[in-house]
């Protein structure tokens, strides 16, 4: 099968893995325009990388295809997607190189004194080489570009050189379709030598004592002085013997390079799995996605100085490598406790498979744990420890095996997306690993894994031949019939003969022109669990032949063997290489019976021998005439039988949960009957192969009786085994949270403690307090001096006693903090009858009774002897409080302010005091917003008083109006200048 999802970095397919490899272009043009000689367009170069990976697969049209002289090597070289800074990128860079010495005259220096350094010119743009393979296109090497003479078409590193060389340099005139420069120079790439290695220039053979360890250190090439752009012919006088295909490798120089051989492929193979297998895991190549893996909580540590943490992270199966990748540890890395690689790796896993997981250490003894975010919430759970490693020595290598699990063993399972995993190394001296630390002295390191088929088929199809046999004569039609796996439907396909598409899209391929090992095989596209995927069904290989004997077996397609006295039997014969009218003759105990017919139908005697002679009108059938194999007939009684599983739920498990059940019999005919029972007593309706119930009590008892329909059985009747169920009682439990120090709405900066109340949840549940999704401790208390406005804090309990409960997790009601900077305390004055704050808005006034309510203004005439004090409020955070006053004549007559406009109010300086037609005397005192005394004035005998506040600085003001009875009134006034 394959899963040829576009974004798996793996391909699985029934020859073996193809493996994605990202790669970067980077044009060092000369200033020249996007099109022109040094600046090929971004379709020149992409058709330059899908031509690279036709050579590679063998699929090039004018390539011998893989099994015909060709080779496929399961690498799939894409163009990088996305950047190491994580944008997106379309993985061609384009940079002016004129600013590099000699760069523009003479391009890359590489065998000559002619040119640019090349560490200078690759320093303009390179990307990590643990992530992309990297391609310098450049103008010239060596002082030539190509157009003319000889000329360095380009060179490529092996693996293991520095970073700052490593990847191939190659002409921009080489830079096309069909061009062998950059397949030969990949192939260096990945540990191919020349196939004529040590020829020393071409004047002497190589070194041929061992292909294991001499030349090209590859066994299925003939050692030969490298070809001069020529293809030679005659004999090899390295071998003695004609030139073989060597000269037809990519990896001579030959002007007839048109293939790899099988044990190139292993050599490459092993480079990609050993020294660039970093790439194998690599993101680069794959778009970012429209949502990334949620952000989890990041670890801090509490010892620094140490290099404890991962070395070389591995994830493999018998045959395939799915990730390799490699840090330094903690100081080896700059001093990090955690790095987020979700961003440049993640693996491929499917479901219910076992892989080995590895994780090299440090220098110390250390633990190694594993989590992955099976539910993608964020958040690391305690079921989503996936695997833990103690240490037992330095530098050790945690060897584990990893069971991927389904939705079966972790209900929550997120498939085909990927989720966060951590890897988590720490000295065993350190405090027990958690996910989210801290750590004592190592490090985590995130990476992203892709579960598929979590929950349906991962989509298979398979191919058989329905019409026809194998071997078979040459031009005689065969048919070929698809079928698809468990769970898929509506499926398409496409039928391909040696790799070449057929154009036939139905699930049955017929051809009578098929040759001698000739494959077939179909791809099938369906909707899968991750989306639009194809697979590919295992080759079938025909074989044709001159002369194929015919051949004939028979079978029992209805009635049953052994079976009961008086059954009518039906066989059928299938031949092989029958031709278009076969004769039959079907014989009981060698006596001829039936007619002339692919079937027979008898009602035989115990111990009779069906067997059927077939005649083939074959013209290549030699010879014509086949006995097929014997059936012997018994008669005889059997007995019914039926057993009861478990398919649903668990034993012992939780009341009110779905458990289930389903019959299995043995002998019980065609539409068997059921009656389950509970305690022996029957299950009204519950008459079907299955029974589910959620109202089992404990230590019930669940049976089934068949009633076989079978005619040949002794027993219409049998009751099954019983099982047994335990029930254990369900809880729900029930959690709270108060606020138990400090208030909400409060302020900031103050202390807030927060307690937690936990019953029915077992003795002792995981608890965790969590501000804005992040955890930040544990326990049943919480308190910080910390919080800011909008925070929002949740308590959560998690169940570990395997009790049953409604819920395993129970999350509280968020709780968002309203908090408020503290404001400054105000002052307060009693002006005439009424207590006055110097802040206007927002007063909470009390008084000897306690907090004054229905009044939050500026003044508040009190009613009572005592003492009094305001406070400032900011949206429930409150002040300091103010100066206290002592209020102890509390009999001074209300002055009526009805009598008097007081205009303008706000005012600009001049304020009118207006009685109408009513002449008053009375003393006029301002007094400010401490209570300070300003401006003292009298009205005598007078219907009409102007004040003169202009002198004053803007603000509030009050004005105290005492007549001469003794009547007092205040009055607020806004002073704007």
């Known amino acids: 099968m394959t899963q040829n999802n576009p974004n798996g970095l793996v391909i699985q397919t029934p020859n073996g893995p193809i493996y994605e490899v990202p790669v970067v272009i980077h044009v060092i043009h000369t200033g020249g325009p996007i099109g022109s000689i040094y600046n090929p367009t971004d379709a020149v170069l992409t058709n330059m990388i899908a031509y690279l990976n036709q050579a590679y697969a063998a699929t090039w049209a004018s390539y011998p295809l893989a099994g015909a002289g060709g080779t496929n090597i399961p690498l799939r070289f894409t163009l990088a997607k996305r950047t190491p800074q994580c944008t997106p990128t379309n993985g061609i860079v384009r940079v002016n190189g004129s600013s590099v010495t000699d760069y523009v005259s003479g391009g890359v220096e590489s065998s000559t004194t002619i040119g640019a350094d090349e560490v200078d010119v690759k320093d303009l743009s390179r990307w990590p080489n643990d992530q992309y393979y990297n391609i310098w296109v450049v103008n010239r090497i060596d002082g030539n570009d190509g157009t003319s003479g000889a000329f360095t078409a380009g060179y490529a590193y092996f693996p293991g050189a520095p970073a700052s060389v490593d990847g191939t340099i190659m002409l921009a005139t080489q830079a ?100 660039r297998a970093s790439l194998i895991s690599s993101l680069g190549g794959t778009a970012l996605p429209a949502t990334p893996a949620p952000v989890a909580c990041v670890p801090t540590i509490t010892n620094g100085g140490t290099n404890a943490g991962p070395r070389t992270i591995r994830i493999s199966d018998a045959t395939t490598t799915y990730m390799e990748v490699s840090s330094s540890g903690y100081s080896g890395d700059g001093n990090l406790v955690y790095i987020d690689n979700t961003c440049r790796d993640m693996v491929e896993l499917t479901a219910g498979n076992i892989y080995n997981f590895s994780v090299q250490v440090g220098f110390q003894t250390e633990n ?194 052994p079976g009961c006295i008086g059954q009518t039997l039906t066989f059928t014969a299938t031949p092989q290489n029958g031709g278009t009218a076969p004769v039959y003759q079907w014989k009981v105990n060698g006596v001829n019976a039936g007619t002339n017919s692919d079937t027979f139908s008898s009602v035989l005697n115990n111990n009779d021998v069906v067997t059927v002679e077939l005649t083939s009108n074959s013209t290549c059938a030699s010879p014509a005439v086949a006995t097929s194999n014997s059936i012997t007939i018994v008669h005889g009684t059997i007995v019914a039988d039926v057993t009861i599983a478990q398919n649903d739920g668990t034993n012992p498990s939780c009341s009110g949960k779905v458990v289930g059940f389903e019959a299995t019999p043995v002998n019980g005919g065609t539409n068997p009957q059921y009656q389950w029972m509970i305690n022996g007593v029957p299950v009204a309706g519950a008459t079907s192969n299955s029974f589910s119930s959620t109202t089992l009590s404990n230590n019930d008892v669940i049976t089934v009786e068949l009633i076989a329909t079978d005619p040949c059985v002794s027993n219409t009747r049998d009751t099954s085994n019983g099982i047994t169920m335990t029930i254990n009682p369900t809880f729900s439990p029930v959690v709270s949270v108060a606020i138990t120090a400090g208030s909400n709405p409060g302020c900031l900066d103050s202390l807030i403690e927060f307690s937690a109340t936990v019953t029915d949840h077992g003795a002792n549940p995981n608890l965790a307090w969590f501000v804005n999704g992040i955890q930040v401790t544990t326990g049943l208390i919480y308190s910080s001096n910390s919080l800011m406005n909008g925070d929002v804090v949740t308590f959560s309990s998690i169940a570990n006693d395997g009790a049953c409960y409604t819920s395993d997790t129970v999350v509280t009601a968020p709780v968002t903090m309203q908090l408020f900077a503290t404001p400054a305390p105000t002052v307060i004055s009693f002006i005439g009858t009424s207590l006055v704050s110097s802040v206007a808005n927002n007063i909470v006034w009390f008084g000897p009774s306690g907090m004054i309510t229905g009044t939050s203004g500026q003044s508040y005439q009190p009613t009572q002897p005592g003492m009094y004090y305001a406070v400032v409020s900011n949206g429930g955070c409150f002040s300091a409080p ?69 002198r004053l600085a803007n603000g509030t003001y009050f004005i105290l109006i005492r007549d001469n009875e003794g009547k007092a009134g205040t009055v607020k006034v806004t002073l704007t200048k």
Request: negative net charge; hydrophobic residues 30%; contains cysteine.
């Open 176 to 275: 096309q379709a069909g061009e062998i420069t950059l397949t030969h120079e990949i192939g260096h790439a990945f540990a191919l030598y020349h196939t004529f290695e040590d020829d020393l220039g071409g004047g002497t053979c190589p070194p041929n004592t061992s292909c294991s360890t001499t030349g090209d250190l590859v066994c299925d090439t003939d050692p030969h002085m490298r070809s001069m752009f020529n293809c030679p012919t005659g004999t090899n006088p390295c071998t003695g013997a004609p030139y073989g295909t060597t000269v037809h490798n990519f990896m001579d120089y030959s002007s007839c390079q048109d293939r790899f051989t099988s044990g190139q492929r292993t050599r490459v193979l092993n480079a990609l799995l050993t020294s």
């Open 368 to 561: 190694v744990k594993v989590y992955i975010d099976y539910n993608n919430d964020g958040t690391f759970q305690a079921n989503e420890e996936a695997l833990s490693s103690p240490g037992t020595s330095a530098s050790q290598n945690h060897t584990m095996q990893f069971t991927v699990p389904t939705t079966a063993t972790i209900p929550g399972l997120v498939s085909c997306v990927p989720l966060r995993m951590r890897v988590i190394s720490d000295r065993t001296t350190a405090p027990p690993i958690t996910a989210c630390g801290p750590l004592g002295f190592g490090q985590a390191e995130d990476y992203l894994v892709t579960i598929r088929g979590g929950g349906p088929s991962t989509g298979a199809v398979s191919v058989a031949l329905t019409s026809g046999s194998n071997p078979s004569c040459f031009n005689t039609p065969l048919t070929f019939t698809a079928t698809p796996g468990s769970g898929i439907t509506g499926a398409t396909y496409l039928w391909y003969v040696n790799n070449i598409s057929t154009g036939v899209t139905g699930t049955t391929f017929t051809s009578s022109t098929l040759n001698n090992n000739d494959v077939v095989n179909a791809k099938m596209y369906f909707t899968g669990p991750c989306g639009t995927d194809s697979s590919l069904s295992v080759n079938y290989t025909v074989l044709r032949q001159a002369t194929v004997p015919a051949a004939v077996t028979i079978a029992i397609t209805n009635g049953t063997n």
């Open 882 to 950: 103010s100066n206290m006053l002592m209020i102890s004549i509390l009999d001074i007559a209300t002055y009526d302010l009805g009598q008097v406009q007081i205009f303008p109010n706000p005012t600009s300086g001049m304020l009118t005091l207006d009685w109408g037609s009513k002449f008053v005397t009375a003393t006029l005192d301002v007094y400010g917003m401490t209570g300070q005394g300003i401006i003292h004035e009298k009205v005598s005998n007078e219907s009409r008083k102007v004040m003169d506040l202009s």
